[in-house]
């Protein structure tokens, strides 16, 4: 299983990116599909997930600004990243959950993209 993952760059303090994942290489069902982040120096925290059904999930740093969305035909989830912030900045990390006929949900990462919003 392999996670793509683009579209971090430099930002301005109040600007917008949009991030992919293209989840490729499965044979089973994604049940869930998210994004992490980790800054330097500190844990890695989720930002978002959304359900096979469309069901998102955010944290409350990112409420109101961030939108998790996904193409199950594309294989492909996306954040849409809005008002960011300094302390937005991390290493962002999409995450999928996929689940075999026996029901195990084994989890899958991608390498990263970096997101810098500077003040």
């Known amino acids: 299983v392999q996670l793509q993952a683009s579209g971090g760059g430099l930002v301005h303090s109040g600007g917008s990116l949009r991030l992919s994942c293209v989840v490729s290489g499965y044979d089973f069902d994604i049940v869930t599909m998210g994004w992490y982040r980790q800054a330097p120096g500190k844990q890695r925290e989720l930002v978002a997930t959304v359900t096979k059904g469309g069901n998102p999930t955010y944290a409350d740093s990112v409420k109101g600004r961030f939108t998790i969305s996904r193409d199950s035909a594309k294989n492909t989830v996306y954040l849409r990243m809005n008002s960011l912030k300094p302390e937005d900045t991390a290493v962002y990390y999409c995450?999928?959950?996929?689940?075999?006929?026996?029901?195990?949900?084994?989890?899958?990462w991608g390498k990263g993209t970096q997101v810098t919003v500077s003040s």
């Open positions: 995450n999928a959950a996929i689940e075999d006929p026996t029901r195990f949900t084994m989890g899958y």
